[in-house]
């Protein structure tokens, strides 16, 4: 039997001068090499297994525990070797215990009943009254979720993948729980029903019923004191610590859950953040952050967002129930005290401030402002783009990629201007020209969608969007001639060819993942038709999708630059494309000094206000320059003017090296 032999009589009477007991000894079965002696004060019950108990562990402080079970009641319980089990006030029932764990002071832990830990359970997220159920599991991700939650109208595509969990659900369906290898559980309550993944740290939590905690060697979670959680999935490296409270919850890979965070119905993917704030029925998608207590996240969905304290949503309109929902795309961003009616759609990388009373869609002018005037919404289009702030977000995601499991889930693109970003952009050229043209060049305040645009706000939106879509086309372009010697101008055009027809068309942001559209439809046919038949199949072609991002951009921005510059890319001349790259440079440079003044005004003197407490103006500088540095050696404006110099430098060596070659 695995190895294991029936425990002899020897052992049976050293165990039971132990004050070991067990309602039926020929249900214990050990491991080569057991010695009893490390084994008393234990009830057997069921079947039992027991490891080799030889080594001792090393705790904080440099105190050492002797591996081996005491103090405790075991019923149908396996334990691997060098495991130490101490001081279970209740019982461990119905468990596979791996080897090297430390089992303490802890209540109970038992399996009930056949369950699926977790895998399965329903979380109602974005209406609070039902109706986007996405059913967790453990190889869930945020653009599994985002397809099942939102294309509710393709029934049979839903049916299906409700399928697909409902079958990884049973397939890992067991009336035994699991804790893996070096696993650490101390000073804690109940534990019911829950897997627990190798080398996971629980130490002093309240509660956990019915959940998996995926922790690895590569990337073990940490959950912490006073920690309450039903119906859960836990995936690896995160920590959920500090009084959380979850039910019906996803926490996505390298997710941080502290300081009292209260969620139900919600899912948490890649690297979101939450303390002292209260999530209903959210879907945070990566990066989504949260630190205030005052702050709710409800019913909406988020990604790359930073919601500021206070932020608040409503989506009851006491009518019907609260059946509202709402999107912030990528990259929005709330103020302290803002208010957001639900339902509403802002814009990609867009700020809001102030409270808005209006349900507003402002989804096609992306990096916006939406700022709250006499219950008014006034939107600034595109001004965004030129605020440190959103660049300096753009830098820092990947640095806060907490994920060291090989194994990522969720597909990220960090990349600000995007074919999915551009295109938006493209597209908010014509809203604002248009309205333009419809209400006249001298029109004071123009309307949109429940907004208001200034006259001013609205040519320098247009000329935001044409700097950005020339930067990106630019680029682009620079990109794919990079490092390539050419003897001719067909040579250029060959090289400028794509390499690919895929990518033609609208692209998509699927919580955190960019890609056209048309093979998001692909790969939503396969589930429809049964061509893709599991999870892991739907979660590889996402992951094919990411890889090739770059080959799928090209293809669109080559078929842009038609659009855009009029010019047939087939037929593209030299002096074309030394156009198009001074004017690359032009944008690039523009928007770097936009944003090198938008850094200045940190530095400015209403900014010193509060320095030098006590002193005079020079005191007050001086005070200011020892706490924040000085302007010019800043590292995001030094990182600024480092930027404009090695654009202006990549400009000049490729029109040096096509007219050199040519």
């Known amino acids: 039997m695995d190895n294991y032999r029936l425990i002899s009589q020897g052992e049976i009477a050293s165990l039971k001068e132990q004050r070991c007991h067990s309602e039926d000894w020929t249900k214990v079965w050990v491991a080569p090499g057991f010695r009893p002696e490390r084994v008393w004060d234990t009830a057997f019950s069921g079947d039992i297994r027991l490891g080799v108990f030889e080594t001792k562990k090393e705790l904080p402080a440099g105190i050492r525990i002797q591996s081996g079970i005491c103090n405790a009641k075991l019923h149908n319980v396996s334990v691997g070797d060098n495991t130490c089990i101490e001081n279970i006030h209740s019982y461990i029932a119905n468990y596979n215990i791996g080897s090297g764990c430390i089992i303490e002071n802890v209540d109970k832990i038992y399996t009930e009943g056949m369950s699926s830990f977790g895998n399965g359970v329903e979380v109602r997220v974005l209406n609070e009254s039902g109706g986007r159920e996405v059913p967790i599991n453990n190889k869930l991700t945020a653009h599994f979720a985002y397809i099942l939650a939102l294309y509710r109208h393709k029934t049979e595509l839903v049916k299906r993948m409700q399928e697909l969990v409902s079958t990884y659900s049973k397939k890992v369906s067991s009336d035994r729980g699991t804790i893996g290898d070096n696993v650490t559980i101390s000073h804690s309550g109940i534990i019911k029903n829950v897997v627990i993944g190798e080398c996971t740290n629980i130490e002093g939590i309240s509660l956990l019923v019915n959940g998996s905690i995926n922790g690895n060697a590569h990337d073990p979670v940490y959950m912490g004191h006073g920690v309450n959680c039903e119906d859960f999935i836990i995936s690896s490296g995160a920590r959920v610590e500090s009084g959380v409270n979850i039910r019906k919850c996803f926490i996505g890979q390298g997710t941080i859950l502290g300081k009292g965070y209260s969620a139900h119905d919600s899912l948490f993917f890649s690297n979101c953040f939450g303390e002292n704030g209260e999530a209903s029925s959210v879907f945070a998608g990566p990066f989504t952050v949260s630190h205030h207590k005052s702050t709710l996240l409800i019913a909406g969905m988020f990604s790359f967002m930073n919601a500021g304290s206070g932020s608040n949503q409503s989506n009851h309109m006491y009518k ?42 402002t989804s096609s002018l992306p990096f916006s402002y939406l700022i709250e005037q006499d ?288």
């Open 320 to 361: 019907l129930g609260p059946i509202h929902q709402g999107i912030l795309e990528r990259g929005a961003k709330t103020t302290s005290d803002s208010y957001i009616l639900w339902p509403s759609h802002i814009g990609a990388f867009s700020l809001v401030l102030g409270r808005h009373v209006n349900n507003t869609d």
């Open 375 to 662: 219950n008014t919404t006034y939107l600034i289009p595109g001004v965004n783009l030129k605020s440190v702030g959103t660049i300096r977000d753009v830098q820092k995601w990947p640095k806060r990629d907490q994920r060291k499991d090989p194994v990522k889930l969720d597909q990220i693109n960090y990349n600000l201007l995007s074919p999915f970003t551009i295109q938006k952009m493209l597209n908010g050229r014509s809203i604002l020209r248009e309205l333009m043209r419809v209400s006249g060049e001298t029109t004071d305040v123009f309307s949109y969608k429940s907004t208001k645009i200034k006259n001013t706000s609205l040519v320098n939106g247009i000329r935001y969007y044409e700097i950005a879509i020339k930067k990106f086309l630019g680029n682009s372009i620079i990109k794919r001639l990079e490092k390539t010697h050419f003897k001719s101008i067909d040579e250029i055009r060959e090289r400028l060819r794509p390499d690919t027809t895929i990518g033609l068309g609208e692209w998509l942001d699927i919580s955190g993942l960019i890609a056209p559209k048309t093979e998001i439809e692909k790969l939503i046919c396969g589930i429809e038709t049964r061509e893709i038949r599991t999870i892991a199949d739907i979660n590889r072609l996402v992951e094919e999708m990411h890889r090739n991002y770059y080959y799928y951009e090209w293809t669109w921005a080559y078929s842009k630059i038609r659009e855009f510059y009029d010019i047939d890319p087939q037929k593209i001349t030299m002096d074309q494309i030394k156009t198009i790259v001074r004017e690359w440079e032009d944008a690039v440079v523009g928007l770097d000094k936009l944003l090198y003044e938008d850094a200045r005004h940190e530095f400015s003197l209403s900014s010193m206000t509060s320095f030098g407490a006590d002193g005079d103006l020079d005191e007050c500088r001086l005070d200011f320059e020892q706490v924040r540095g000085i302007f010019e050696k800043n590292p995001f404006v030094a990182a600024v003017l480092k930027h404009i110099e090695d654009k202006t430098a990549l400009a000049k060596e490729l029109i040096t090296r096509l007219e050199n070659n040519l």
